[in-house]
Each structure stands twice: as structure tokens, then as C-alpha cells.
């Protein structure tokens, strides 16, 4: 039998001074509510997780109020099933809007993993370092979990002035508020936003070149492989009135690296922006 929570969205201020809410703002915000449920829900579970949010009653009392019945079953199929509780889901839910409010609606300038435990390390744009539950990791990078939350939060304080949203558990009788001045926070942070941008001297050895793929070259740092474009028009007109190179070649560069967000993925891109130097095999050779 599916464990079933009750939760309540209280909206305050603005509008609902006068127990009021414009119908479509109260649609919008049902219908985000159960879609950030659900976006919690395959974050934290994966795509098998069956959790139904259900409105149960509307509550216009100098505020605006609604009321949800969570109903928690089971992930996986067939015998393989763990239950998934209504505590569970509001504990994700505080995480999340903790998570929200620490990143400043901003990417996470980092997110490394805590060797002693599961949990990641996450920071924002001040510096500053909290530690989370990988699914949070994830959720924080799923465009639908941003946009539920835009429209839960920030598009209710823009248009209807609500000053104050409190989410209440009214079984475990726990809150989490988020006011006026936390709204910029709430949006979808994993658009395409740059987390790190850098250019530093770097000594490369060419591995090859994919002229089928905008003549990406293939490099090897020492430590990993990667693929650069290559924006040195001196360096290409040699290398184009027949210069030679082959693999293992070393050249020495300005690397520009840049680390950003895409649609709820971190896409790493590099260009050279200057080689300084070509040193070829035989060189490296001589050098030894």
C-alpha cells in the first residue's frame, strides 16, 4: 500500500491579503508543485518511482493555501521493489530548497564528491561549501526541476506579490519558507551559464586531428586526453604550407578552457588560443 504525505503550499502576501489568488496562477502553481514532486522523485529514484501528488483542498484564509496528498509506492518492477516513504520525499524537498537558496540561483562553481562518505560538496558563487545527497546533484541539473520551481516561486512573488511561501508537512509538523528576497534564487541554473573560464601555458602532445569534426585535434596533457580547437591563424597557415606533424608531437600553448551548464549537463570546451611552440618527436628526443 503507497505511504501517502500531507503537504501544504502556503502563498502570503500580495493578492492573498484578501484570501485571492487569479485562477492562473493557482493552476500553475498545482500543476508546478506535482511536476518538482515528480523531478525530485526520478532524481532521487530513478524513472521506476511511483509518487502521485494529488490536490485534496483549497484554502483562501488571508492567505492562499493548498493542500497535497503525496502518495509514495515503489521503485523497480515485479519483486525487486524498495518502498519509498513520505518522510523520504520531504526530506528531499528541504534538501532541495536548501540547495536552491545556497547556490544564489547560480551553477555550483564545483561539485566534488566527500571521500568518507556519499555525500558532494558544492560550491557557490561566494566560495562557500555545503554538502548534499548525489540525487540533490542531480536534481539542481534537471531543467524541468528548475522551471517547476520558477513557477512555484518566483512567477507567484513577480505577479501576484506574494511576499512568502511556506511548504508544510503537516504530518512530521516541519516547515520550509522561502521568502521575498530569496526569489532570484529559484530558477533553472542548468541553463547554459559558465562556471569556469581560464587560460593557462600548457605543454600538449598531439595524439591526432578529426578534419570531419571542425579539425578538432586530439591532445594528451600528461594526465588526460581531450579535444581543442586549434585559433592560432599563424600556426595553421604553417601548418597548411606543408610544416610537418605527426603524433607525439609536443606544442607548447595558451589553453583556454570553459566549464558551463548545458541543459542539465557540464559541457567542457577547449580552444589554443596561441602555440608558442612546435616540438616534434625528434626534438623531444634530442632534448632528453
Known sequence: MADKGHLVLHYRGGETDDG??????????????????????????GAGAKVETKVSSVSPT???SFEFLVYAAAIGQAALLTPVTASEIWGILKDSIRAWKFLKGKPPESIVKNQDNDNFGLTNINGDV??????????????????????????????AGITEIEI??????????????????????????????????????????KFRDGNKWEFY???????????DEVFLARINSGEPFSKGDMLIVDLYSEQKYSR????????????????????QLDLD
Open 221 to 231: 596533457d600528461g594526465q588526460s586526453r581531450f579535444s581543442a580547437s586549434i585559433d
Open 20 to 45: 485571492e489568488l487569479g485562477y492562473y496562477a493557482a493552476a500553475t502553481a498545482m500543476m508546478a508543485f506535482g511536476d518538482f514532486v515528480g523531478a525530485m522523485s526520478r532524481a532521487s529514484f
Open 168 to 209: 508544510e508537512d503537516k504530518d512530521l509538523k516541519d516547515v520550509v519558507t522561502v521568502v521575498r528576497e530569496d526569489r532570484d534564487c529559484f530558477t533553472d541554473i542548468s541553463r547554459d551559464q559558465t562556471v569556469i573560464e581560464s587560460t593557462v601555458e600548457k605543454a600538449l602532445y598531439i595524439e591526432s586531428i
Open 264 to 283: 542539465g549537463k557540464l559541457v567542457v570546451k577547449h580552444e589554443i588560443k596561441r602555440v608558442k611552440k612546435h616540438i616534434n618527436k625528434s626534438e
Open 130 to 159: 555545503e554538502y548534499f545527497t548525489q540525487n540533490i546533484t542531480v536534481l539542481i541539473n534537471d531543467p524541468k526541476a528548475g522551471d517547476a520551481l520558477e513557477q512555484l516561486i518566483q512567477k507567484p512573488m513577480d505577479q
Open 62 to 64: 488571508g492567505s492562499m
